[in-house]
């Protein structure tokens, strides 16, 4: 298995780098940085990252998680960019869960030593291939939620495997996503685990975000019943557990607190699992999914990215046309808000009442109140929603120290994503 520096100083830009300037062209990451290239130089549309928000995301949750007794190990699916996934370890975070073999392939190749795999291993190749990486030395934990999946490691492996992989209990409920329909599936499945030569029962996990949506009364009790129906099976098969360590996992972005209060309580009991959350959008933190349904908004996160466009159409007197479009902006989760703009001699302009009515591939609509003095050539602030489908547009995404001067700003970093 091979492994990556954690930074991309000598890797390569050319014209495939969208929002690069033609001038980093034949240059390598670590060069162009050194020319301190400001972000003005940056051709729209265009992604850009607050490096100071990323770090106090990170630094909050992974001290939130501290405080409790709890694990981290974030959902790399987020941003698919080994980078962070570094700054998160470096600030305590125990691992990185992944949702594909693919991924998982990726998280390996970057290095990191402990992976969680959110989904169940069925094809044979991926699942020798997880075998070996297992041999090298990484921790993998992947989910099962049928025998079926069990056996399919089985047979991919044989009766008596070397390594033989870990699983963890997925549990779910009948109708949701994927996790074992019951209780008693669920104790059946990892009496079943327990009993095979070919994968070691490592624990129970699940995911709160299937059964829950949004912050009201009913939504926090969905997801705090559906916690202790996780711990339940948790408890009913401790004495399936062989001696080593064990793993009782849950909590996305969206009830990181309810799922934390649970399993504070439980390690507080003299539990001897380790108990870990996979909250991934945090990182980024953003203008509308999670402002809206994050227990952290205003509390220890803010959205650390921005999306840019430049008007290239003013020709309605209520609606200007940006080049930004769904295959820059993230939209399945709330269109773009516009939060400013920036003139053509810098200054910073507010943009009362305006709003993103639409997008099309390539090409924002804007609209605005009469009389606005939003110009063509005009640069227009994003706000942007749902960080999971934010990154997946864009190879390398710039850094700047903070969002409080982008007229200014100084690019510090590129950021590589790989989807």
């Not at 070397?162 to 009496?191: F, K, M, Y």
């Amino acid at each position: 298995m091979s492994s990556v520096p954690r930074g991309i100083a000598d890797r390569g830009l050319d014209a495939r780098d969208k929002g690069l300037p033609a001038e980093a062209d034949g240059l390598s990451v670590g060069a162009f940085l050194a020319r301190s290239p400001r972000l003005s130089e940056f051709w729209t549309p265009l992604l850009v990252l607050d490096d100071g928000a990323l770090r106090d995301n990170i630094a909050f949750l992974a001290v939130w998680c501290a405080d409790r007794g709890l694990e981290l190990m974030p959902h790399g699916k987020t941003t698919m960019a080994p980078q962070v996934w570094w700054r998160q370890l470096d600030a305590g975070a125990t691992g990185i869960t992944v949702a594909t073999p693919s991924q998982l392939r990726t998280a390996v190749d970057a290095g990191i030593p402990s992976v969680m795999l959110a989904n169940q291993l069925v094809q044979p190749e991926a699942i020798r291939w997880t075998a070996g990486a297992v041999a090298s030395g990484v921790r993998v934990w992947s989910w099962v939620d049928d025998v079926a999946g069990i056996e399919a490691i089985e047979r991919a492996l044989g009766p008596s495997p070397v390594h033989p992989l870990e699983v963890l209990v997925d549990v779910g409920r009948p109708g949701g996503r994927t996790g074992a329909r019951s209780h008693d599936a669920a104790v059946a499945l990892a009496r079943r685990a327990a009993a095979s030569a070919s994968v070691r029962l490592a624990g129970v996990t699940g995911y709160e975000g299937s059964v829950a949506h949004g912050r009201g009364a009913g939504a926090l009790a969905s997801a705090a019943s559906y916690v202790d129906e996780l711990l339940a099976v948790h408890a009913a098969v401790t004495s399936l557990y062989d001696d080593g360590d064990v793993v009782v996992s849950a909590g996305g972005s969206a009830y990181p607190d309810v799922v934390g209060t649970a399993f504070a309580a439980a390690a507080a009991r003299g539990d001897r699992a380790r108990f870990v959350l996979r909250s991934g959008a945090y990182v980024v933190h953003d203008h509308g999914y999670y402002r809206q349904n994050s227990p952290f908004e205003a509390a220890g996160l803010r959205p650390a990215a921005r999306g840019l466009a430049r008007v290239v159409s003013r020709l309605d007197a209520d609606t200007a046309i940006v080049d930004a479009g769904k295959r820059d902006f993230p939209y399945d989760e709330g269109l773009p808000e516009p939060l400013f703009a920036i003139d053509g001699a810098g200054e910073r302009m507010p943009l009362p009442g305006a709003a993103m009515t639409k997008l099309s591939d390539q090409h924002g609509f804007v609209r605005v109140e009469p009389g606005s003095p939003l110009a063509t050539g005009d640069l227009v602030v994003f706000g942007l929603s749902h960080p999971c489908t934010m990154f997946d547009k864009w190879r390398l995404i710039p850094v700047v120290d903070s969002f409080d001067d982008l007229s200014g700003a100084v690019v510090t970093d590129l950021i590589e994503t790989r989807f």
